[in-house]
């Protein structure tokens, strides 16, 4: 069992970060939210509220149950907040695939555990495309007079996707990031401003103005 010092994180008085989920409809948002710490002890540290947080080992983190047992979690680094979200996407994402206990294993060994599970079950599921189907549905498409055509086939599976999906940014920029080529970027900058109807740098420097301007609130 892992034991952490708080007072090796936290300090009185310090700024301290948490995750708020704000639900839309059956959708869920993430917002990183701050706190003052009040206090620090043995095991663990109060906010200004006086909600108590304890290091749990297996979330790696300082947790606490409210009232209504919604499970709340303080870190002392909004990049920790950013190591948290991304641990628990791979946590489900494998327990999903695979029922061994991943509680142990550190944010990196996810990385490299998902990399490869991950990525064989998307190989096992995902057929790659080719030239001469993506020529011969256009063809189709394109001679087909009345019925389903490949634009609105499009319009269906995009209207029946949620572009509220929590962490939906988080995938775009880490598709981005995974580009090993600038032409690889400039295509899914491409594909971006299709289906967004603006510059991918454009959506960035928004997300950078506007989530500022939220947090000066």
């Not at 300090?11 to 301290?16: E, F, N, S």
């Not at 009040?38 to 606490?64: L, P």
């Not at 929590?166 to 775009?172: E, H, I, K, R, T």
């Amino acid at each position: 069992m892992e034991t952490i010092n708080p007072k090796s994180m936290f300090t009185k008085g310090q700024t301290a970060y948490s995750i708020a989920l704000l639900s839309y409809k059956d959708d869920e948002t993430e917002k990183i939210i701050t706190h003052t710490i009040s206090k620090v002890g043995r095991s663990f540290v109060y906010d200004e509220k006086e909600t108590k947080y304890h290091y749990s080992n297996k979330y790696k983190a300082f947790i606490s149950a409210d009232a209504f047992h919604h499970q709340q979690a303080i870190f002392p680094t909004e990049k920790a907040v950013q190591e948290y979200l991304e641990r628990s996407r791979l946590y489900f994402d494998l327990i999903r695939l695979n029922s061994y206990d991943w509680d142990d294993l550190t944010l990196a060994e996810l990385r490299s555990v998902g990399e490869i599970i991950l990525k064989d079950h998307k190989k096992a599921f995902v057929k790659n495309p080719t030239v001469e189907e993506i020529n011969h549905a256009e063809t189709l498409s394109k001679n087909v007079p009345d019925g389903e055509d490949a634009d609105t086939i499009l319009a269906d599976l995009c209207e029946e996707t949620s572009m509220e999906e929590p962490g939906l940014a988080y995938d775009v920029f880490n598709t981005w990031k995974a580009a090993q080529t600038s032409h690889e970027r400039e295509s899914i900058e491409g594909m971006f401003l299709i289906f967004a109807g603006i510059e991918f740098g454009e959506y960035l420097e928004r997300c950078i103005k506007e989530t500022t301007q939220e947090g000066e609130q």
